[in-house]
């Protein structure tokens, strides 16, 4: 049995992206069927040259833009953002908050729901962004998942490292400077197998 996921992303300079892609990885390992999915930019093209991000995103540009009243079509569904002060980016938000007829219907009641982030330092809210994003799987009736401690890598202690057993994530450095590490990309792929396989078994138990 394939589960169907959606890897539904927002990414500013790539490093979330680059997770996503990780994370795609993990779900294909794992016998599902995953896709990548942006959410529409808020930001003018204007802003985004003056950020010095137009060149990065154009490397994930070929990435479609999702549909929210699509998502009831996945199996399960991982949620990435970049951190905003501690929550999830405007982007995204506004991404969840046009899901309502999907809430009203029930469309995702006893799916999987698991999300990952990425932020400029080692303290810059990559949990608290992690457990607001769990808000929205709590108000749709999904199952919520992130890494277990099973993935060795979540106790790295020999260099500076994102992931957690909310999710995963990444250190982007206060410039977008730091590509997602080696040990980064092994709790994303995890993370995916992970998804997967709770989303088959969930998919055997309800038929």
Known sequence: MSANVQIVFYSTFGHVW???EAIAEGV???GGSPQLLQVPD???PEILAKMG???AKKAFAHIPIADPRRLGE??????GTPTRYGSAAASM?????STVSLWSTGALIGKVGSAFTSTASQHGGQETTLLSLSTFFFHMG???????????ELVAMNEMTGGTPYGSSTIAGPRGERLPSENELIIARAQGRHVTNLAKKLAVRSD
């Open 53 to 55: 991000a137009t060149e």
């Open 74 to 79: 996945a199996d399960a569904v991982i949620l």
């Open 142 to 152: 999904m199952v919520i998942t992130g890494v277990p401690y099973s993935v060795q």
């Open 28 to 30: 294909r390992d794992a």
């Open 18 to 20: 680059r997770l996503a």
């Open 93 to 97: 938000q506004a991404f969840l908050d």
């Open 42 to 44: 808020l930001l003018s």
